[in-house]
């Protein structure tokens, strides 16, 4: 009988100071969901496995703040943070001290890549992070710094050269897709409800990177309610080609929690057996292309229940440790138009791009 596969060391980023923001009572961002994430998997027995410890967030550097932020956009994020007047966007409202809470959130994600090139755990999970709607030049959509730009900027300093963002949040990523939308060292995957209605209203399956960066910003939009089926159909015929292709030497993986059926942020009905799917198949592919290194960044999810369960679930899969959240009944089951158009749409993506890295459909 072989010895069983040794346990991952996983650092879950958690600290008080994530917790002070205020976007105000009726804001889909409530205070207090961290702590509750935080609770939670001490309830569930995960905080306490072994191979499970806590990484305390330092806060984002200045250099590393001034690299993915314009200086104009900087100084009203200050101003902002300074008097409380003010907002960043129509949905992200200001407050007083949002300039150091999202040096926290955001310095989060960096704070987990070095804990894991010093080898100090093979993987992180942070309750935050994954503000992919950012840009350079302006935050949005709940979203302040990016801090996957600024986690991709900090692994390219160290020479990493091949960092995949598999972003399966239901909202498409605009604000990353923008910063690597040239750039040859770092490969996009979205999967998002289609945006044609859903915010940001940006993610075609035509958008495939130009120049260097050409063909690898991949997204892939899914119909309102398409479920579990369809999801893991559009998986299977586009991850593995493209992450073999790839050969990642970093990985970070956003979840997704709010495709989630019963999130009423978005129009799809996932349940947390999908979600079990991918991060297991992108924890395995960590393991075979980048020696271990995935950070998980959950960011959205805002069913305060269906949110613990993916949570419960994600960390579950990289650590190696048993949780298993209750039995989910989606509304429907994926119907005929919705596997036609998922079909069509993957079959698009495959066109669109696998020609251009010279891979078979
Ligand atoms: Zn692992
Ligand atoms: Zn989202």
């Known amino acids: 009988m072989s010895a069983s596969p040794k346990k991952c060391k996983v650092g879950f980023l958690w600290d008080y100071s994530m917790e002070t923001f205020n976007f105000g009572k009726s804001h889909p961002v409530r205070v207090g969901r961290f702590q509750m994430v935080r609770d939670f998997i001490e309830q569930v027995e995960l905080l306490t496995a072994e191979n499970i410890s806590i990484l305390k967030p330092e806060p984002l550097s200045e250099s590393l703040l001034e690299r993915i932020h314009a200086p104009e956009y900087l100084d009203e994020v200050r101003r902002i943070s300074r008097t409380g007047e003010g907002e960043i966007d129509i949905d992200t409202p200001g407050f007083r001290g949002i300039y150091e809470n999202a040096l926290i959130t955001t310095g989060a994600t960096v704070t987990g890549?070095?804990?894991?090139?010093s080898g100090e755990v093979d993987h992180f999970y942070s309750p935050t992070g994954g503000f992919h709607h950012a840009k350079y030049a302006w935050g949005g959509g709940?979203?302040?710094?990016?801090?996957?730009?600024?986690a991709i900027y900090e692994l390219k300093s160290q020479g990493f050269s091949r960092v995949l963002v598999l972003d399966l949040d239901v909202h498409h990523g605009n604000g990353t897709q923008e910063y690597f939308y040239n750039d040859p060292?770092?490969?996009?995957?979205?999967?998002?409800?289609?945006p044609e209605w859903?915010?940001?209203?940006?993610?075609?399956?035509t958008d495939i990177g130009s120049d260097e960066g050409l063909g690898l910003n991949i997204n892939m939009p899914f119909?309102?309610?398409?479920?579990?089926?369809?999801?893991?159909?559009?998986?299977?015929?586009?991850?593995?080609?493209?992450?073999?292709?790839?050969?990642?030497?970093?990985?970070?993986?956003?979840?997704?929690?709010d495709a989630h059926y019963r999130d009423s942020m978005s129009h799809l009905t996932l349940t947390t057996d999908i979600i079990r799917y991918t991060s297991k198949w992108i924890h395995q592919a960590a393991h075979k292309w980048s020696q271990g290194k995935l950070g998980v960044i959950s960011g959205g999810g805002y069913h305060p229940e269906a949110f613990l369960w993916c949570a419960g679930t994600v960390l579950s899969v990289i650590s190696r440790?048993?949780?298993?959240?209750?039995?989910?009944?989606?509304?429907?089951e994926d119907d005929d138009e919705t596997w036609n158009i998922v079909k069509r749409n993957v079959s698009r993506v495959?066109?669109?791009?696998?020609?251009?890295l010279g891979l078979e459909k």
């Open 113 to 117: 890549v070095k804990a894991i090139l």
């Open 142 to 150: 709940f979203c302040v710094f990016n801090d996957i730009a600024a």
């Open 185 to 194: 060292d770092v490969m996009i995957i979205s999967f998002h409800e289609d």
């Open 198 to 205: 859903l915010y940001p209203h940006d993610g075609f399956i």
């Open 223 to 257: 119909p309102m309610d398409s479920g579990d089926a369809v999801y893991r159909y559009a998986f299977d015929n586009l991850i593995p080609s493209l992450v073999e292709f790839f050969e990642p030497d970093f990985i970070f993986l956003l979840p997704g929690y």
């Open 321 to 332: 440790t048993d949780y298993q959240p209750p039995s989910q009944e989606p509304p429907f």
């Open 350 to 356: 495959q066109e669109l791009v696998f020609p251009i």
